[in-house]
């Protein structure tokens, strides 16, 4: 079990960019898929981007396509967002979640509820 803490958000023009980090602590980093997750007012929580444990293969939501890019530091136990071009759509608050031996396409299908628990997330702010 890896324990994950969200950071890096704030308030952004359209446009901008931001970059979002996931620390992990505990064991075994690099055995978990690491995803990404985005919940906009009134809205259910969404899967935004997921890495593979090596770094290798990564999958993202259509929305973000060629805007994000998600990677990972596995001596740092740290996943990362880079977003760019933002839009005001991209407004919510973003978290993390861990998978175990997985593959990120089944990350990208797995109903967000059916995860434990979550972190407190950080929020993103896109101004119009």
């Known amino acids: 079990q890896v324990q994950l803490v969200e950071s890096g958000g704030g308030v952004v023009q359209a446009g901008g960019s931001l970059r979002l980090s996931c620390a992990a602590s505990?064991?075994?980093?690099?055995?978990?898929?690491i995803g990404w997750y985005h919940q906009a007012p009134g809205k259910e929580r969404e899967f935004v981007a997921a890495?593979?444990?090596?770094?290798?293969?990564?999958n993202y939501a259509d929305s973000v396509k060629g805007r994000f890019t998600i990677s990972r530091d596995n001596a740092k136990n740290t996943v990362y967002l880079q977003m760019t071009k933002l839009k005001a759509e991209d407004t919510a608050v973003y978290y993390c979640?861990?998978?175990?031996?997985?593959?990120?396409?089944?990350?990208?299908?797995?109903?967000?509820?059916?995860?434990?628990?979550w972190g407190q997330g950080t929020q993103v702010t896109v101004s119009s």
């Open positions: 890495i593979s444990g090596s770094g290798l293969s990564v």
């Open positions: 505990g064991r075994a980093f690099s055995s978990y898929v």
């Open positions: 979640q861990s998978s175990y031996l997985t593959t990120v396409q089944a990350m990208s299908v797995r109903p967000p509820h059916e995860f434990g628990s």
